[in-house]
């Protein structure tokens, strides 16, 4: 038998830096009750906690909590799912009466608080409870000014009692309002807004009980408008009415335009509340042209929905039914993590990518609504100007997907995935050598996906590079090397192939990427001319990443080898040796039409062929392509394409192993099929 038991805590000394105890506290039991004496923490740089009280044998309570200056970061590491990320705390907290009826009365403040990203400037609450009702009240300030108040009176029994029922079934009380309605304020709650303006009225009332919760009122907005920094956009007229009436908010209308002529993004439907527990839903978003991204070098997207997002059921069985376009777009990407050795020993693998999930680019929804949704013909269309960019990679998609979803592996809820095929319908590909970067033009290309949130979409896509002969006297053709880009995302790997027959040997097709020519002709090269056309060729590489995706999706600059002696009299040749190069610059013109010209600079040789009129020379190096793109995988190209002669400016030699060919006009027409 134990009458009293009597624990006294002390600091031990100097406190040291961080949380530490103030004075010494005392924990008494004995048959009078329980009783703690002043348990008091501070903390160094920052604030203090105090917790004091006694509970008596007659069942009588008192008890102070008083916190000051609390840093909600650490209490946002204790509890991570809470959000907290900055501000401090500051409460006083009373309780007296007894067990069976306590009597609680205190007040809080916040401030500077954040959480999730949203600064919540100042909150002050106020609660007080006697017998079976809990009041709360409080407000929230921003930039001085209160925004809201709120207050609310719920029936509860918080009797320091075990096995009790908490909600009691009696009325619910609650008010919610805006005090000052200007949008203005939006900017210091949310950082990404950088600017905004309108009205915004709330006026939210509370009845009912807890088994069915009533909320009577209206939420407007009415000439809106904000600038979110994060996204690079304007949201324009800006309006809502939302109306709430016992079980049913009703979203009459929550509508926003981008800036652009006739784009919109509006939502309507109901959400019913008859069952707190499990909500149902009927809504529908709507989406035309509208643009949901514009940052320049990161991405540009513009949205519509070809058929309505429809969100119905219940939170136990939702249903999400519809179709969405991405009419236009350019995502611009990190350079991928290629090895800078190449090893065609090996299986060629050049890029070794730090991992990262396409499928994560999918909202993530709640556990919970992920474990019963059901997704029925959800796509996810490509339009005709779609772009995918890095500082190597330069590819038109085309195509669609279906999204799905998918139990993960690790046993947690489903997850959205994706599943079908995207088309690379052209492009260019930069392959990294080091000291070389030569450029590939995309034949064909597909990326599938699987509909498994853990499996990466494969990569089978090829690419094709030439290497064009302009020296004087030269018999050797144009020589083509092939890439071929397959694995996964994930982990892609890389092959080189040559595409002329006899196919050359892999020394000499790394030679001709790295220098324009055959390692055999290296040996008698002078080394000026070797390290000039080096310079060339990497400029040419510089320039054609830098340039695209700007005025123009595709730019290409291909000089070509120094004819001998260029190098050693550059003072002589001046821009002569940049005669032979070709520039390209290719860009979509309309929605399904895609316009591509080249040219050479030969008016800058000092000798040319047929005349030495510069604009002549631009005319007949000149080539274009326009290709236009129908329904069910039709496309019809024409192109114009010039002659040998002028491609190199005259200046190739003759020879019975070297064809001369005139210019060519060419018509294709193409018919695309995909199977699943």
Avoid at 109 to 118: D, E, H
Wanted: aromatic share 4%.
């Amino acid at each position: 038998r134990l009458d009293s038991l009597e624990v006294r805590v002390d600091s031990g000394g100097a406190p040291a830096r961080g949380l530490s105890l103030a004075a010494p506290a005392v924990l008494a039991l004995g048959p009078g009750g329980a009783a703690l004496d002043s348990l008091v923490l501070v903390h160094t740089d920052t604030g203090r906690l105090l917790l004091r009280g006694a509970l008596a044998a007659d069942s009588t309570v008192a008890a102070n909590v008083v916190v000051e200056r609390l840093p909600l970061a650490d209490l946002g590491r204790l509890v991570p799912r809470s959000r907290l990320e900055g501000g401090s705390a500051t409460a006083a907290l009373r309780l007296a009466g007894t067990r069976a009826r306590p009597r609680v009365d205190g007040d809080a403040a916040l401030t500077g608080a954040r959480v999730g990203g949203v600064r919540l400037g100042d909150l002050s609450l106020a609660v007080a409870y006697d017998t079976v009702r809990l009041g709360v009240s409080g407000a929230l300030r921003l930039a001085g000014r209160t925004a809201l108040d709120a207050s609310a009176s719920l029936p509860l029994d918080l009797a320091l009692l075990p096995r009790r029922a908490r909600r009691l079934d009696a009325p619910l009380a609650g008010r919610l309002r805006t005090v000052d309605g200007d949008l203005a304020l939006l900017r210091e709650l949310v950082p990404s807004v950088t600017e905004a303006r309108g009205r915004l009225v709330t006026d939210v009332a509370l009845t009912g009980s807890w088994a069915r919760p009533r909320v009577r009122g209206a939420v407007r907005v009415d000439s809106g408008m904000a600038a979110l920094g994060a996204l690079g956009v304007r949201l324009e007229r800006l309006r809502a009415d939302i109306g709430l009436a016992a079980d049913t908010i009703a979203i009459r209308t929550l509508a926003v335009e981008s800036g652009a002529l006739g784009d919109s993004l509006a939502l309507r439907g109901t959400v019913g509340i008859t069952e707190i527990a499990n909500p149902t839903f009927n809504l529908t978003l709507a989406a035309n042209a509208f643009q949901a991204v514009d940052r320049p070098r990161s991405a540009s997207l513009v949205l519509t929905t070809t058929r309505p997002i429809t969100l119905t059921g219940s939170a136990e069985a939702p249903v999400v039914r519809g179709a969405l376009r991405l009419d236009r777009g350019r995502v611009h990407i990190r350079a991928l993590a290629q090895r800078r050795a190449l090893d065609l020993a090996e299986g060629g693998e050049l890029v070794d990518t730090s991992r990262y999930g396409v499928n994560g680019l999918l909202p993530s929804a709640p556990g919970a609504l992920m474990r019963s949704l059901r997704l029925e013909d959800v796509r996810l269309v490509v339009g005709p100007d779609v772009w995918l960019r890095s500082p190597e990679a330069n590819l038109k998609l085309g195509g669609g997907l279906r999204v799905t979803s998918a139990p993960a592996r690790d046993g947690r809820a489903p997850r959205l995935a994706l599943a079908d095929s995207l088309v690379v319908e052209r492009g260019t590909y930069q392959l990294n050598l080091g000291i070389a970067r030569p450029g590939f033009d995309v034949e064909r290309g597909v990326v599938r996906f699987y509909g498994d949130p853990d499996l990466e979409p494969a990569l089978d896509i090829t690419a094709l590079h030439t290497v064009r002969e302009t020296r004087l006297n030269s018999n050797r053709p144009d020589v083509r090397i092939r890439v071929l880009i397959g694995g996964t995302l994930d982990q892609p790997t890389l092959a080189l192939r040559s595409a002329d027959n006899p196919p050359l040997p892999e020394s000499d097709m790394l030679s001709y990427l790295v220098t324009g020519e055959p390692a055999y002709a290296l040996l008698g090269t002078p080394y000026a001319e070797q390290g000039a056309t080096l310079a060339l060729r990497l400029a040419g590489s510089y320039l054609s990443s830098r340039l695209a995706g700007g005025r123009f999706d595709v730019v290409q600059v291909e000089p070509t080898a120094l004819n001998p002696g260029e190098a050693a009299n550059l003072r002589q040749s001046g821009l002569g040796i940049l005669a032979s190069t070709r520039v390209g610059v290719g860009g979509q013109v309309a929605r399904s039409t895609f316009v591509s010209l080249s040219t050479g600079l030969c008016g800058l040789a000092a000798q040319g062929g047929g005349t030495g009129d510069p604009l002549a020379l631009f005319a007949q190096g000149l080539g274009a392509k326009v290709e236009r793109r129908f329904e069910h995988g039709l496309s019809l190209s024409l192109g114009l394409e010039p002659g040998s002669s002028a491609q190199s400016c005259g200046r190739v030699g003759v020879s019975r192993a070297f064809q001369q060919t005139p210019p060519q006009v060419g018509l294709d027409l193409f018919r695309s099929w995909s199977f699943r």
